[in-house]
């Protein structure tokens, strides 16, 4: 992924590292649309094909649109949907290519944002067909890395931003549970097999199970970021009163209370979570991953 890629992503959830206190929400708004205004201008430049690049529909594309349909939200006009439509309706709004794989359902997020909005139910029918598939032909793989076809589920933790808030978004959407009953089956093997239970926090897969560095256990700080925004999208989706509400509730408040007894005193995270004393400079994207979703929601904030 690009470096640029990321920081316009991260940028668009309204990223801004400054004390809370300090923050103006109009300012907020103003650094989003700048932004956003300038990946509009050379999204076609950067993925015209005169050199090798994301596709549209890959997931690094995916997590920014899930950035610029917040944006499009608190909008005062409708460029920023029409974009976004445009896109969709350009790739006839299917998901990328790989028929499992987390990564690939990512703009899946936007779909159902944009059907939200105006209720076309074309939008939304090839992820429902999709999705349909893989809940009535499960993928058959285990966990482990490097086993056959082992990304045909979430076996990587940054998985978890991608694809269980699309489960969540359609269960809300449609009010069937079978959409809800599949993510948590498929989320709860997936923090069975990476969640550390003394750490509460995600290796990014089992390579680092294994490995230490400089003594500690190995944790991401970006992909326990992505697990963190995930978290946040998903409980958006949920009945705050339902059991599956607070499943996701508990792991997050683990995280949660982890992430601050290791926040650095400059306000960042290492990029090996525990690694602070080998790592000084400040990490920025999983920094600013777990700097916004500490307690922001659509809905509502972090109960306490």
């Known amino acids: 992924m690009k470096t640029l890629q990321l920081i316009l992503a991260l940028t668009l959830f309204g990223v801004i590292s400054v004390q809370a206190q ?16 300038w990946q509009m201008d050379h999204f076609r430049d ?11 529909l890959d997931w690094t594309n995916g997590a920014l649109y899930v950035g610029m349909v917040k944006l499009a939200k608190i909008d005062d006009n409708m460029k920023y949907y029409n974009w976004l439509k445009e896109i969709a309706e350009e790739h006839e709004w299917m998901l990328h290519r790989r028929q499992y794989h987390a990564d690939d359902h990512t703009v899946g997020q936007m779909y159902i944002e944009l059907y939200r909005k105006f209720e076309d139910e074309k939008m ?12 009535y ?6 966990l482990n890395w490097k086993t056959t076809f082992h990304q045909d589920r979430w076996n990587w933790c940054d998985a978890l931003f991608m694809s269980p808030p699309v489960w969540a978004k359609l269960y809300n959407i449609t009010g069937e549970q ?28 089992e390579r680092y199970m294994s490995q230490l560095d400089n003594g500690t256990k190995i944790f991401w700080a970006r992909g326990n970021g992505w697990v963190f925004a995930g978290l946040t999208n998903i409980m958006n989706e949920l009945d705050p009163d339902s059991k599956e509400y607070k499943y996701f509730l508990n792991i997050y408040k683990k995280m949660a209370k982890k992430l601050l007894d290791i926040q650095t005193p400059e306000g960042h995270w290492a990029m090996s979570l525990l690694g602070q004393e080998f790592y000084p400079t400040p990490e920025t994207s999983g920094s600013s991953l777990l700097h916004l979703w500490s ?3 659509d809905k509502q904030r972090y109960p306490g």
């Open 22 to 37: 300090d923050i103006k929400p109009s300012d907020v708004k103003t650094a989003m649309e700048k932004v956003a205004d």
């Open 46 to 56: 950067t993925y015209s094909g005169r050199k090798k690049a994301h596709h549209p």
């Open 124 to 135: 939304i029918k090839p992820t429902i067909e999709q999705f349909n598939f893989i809940m």
């Open 178 to 205: 079978k959409y809800l009953d599949f993510m948590i089956s498929e989320y709860k093997a997936t923090t069975d097999f990476l969640f550390d239970k003394k750490e509460h926090l995600y290796y990014r897969d």
């Open 295 to 297: 307690g922001m929601g």
């Open 137 to 142: 032909h499960p993928s058959q793989s285990v």
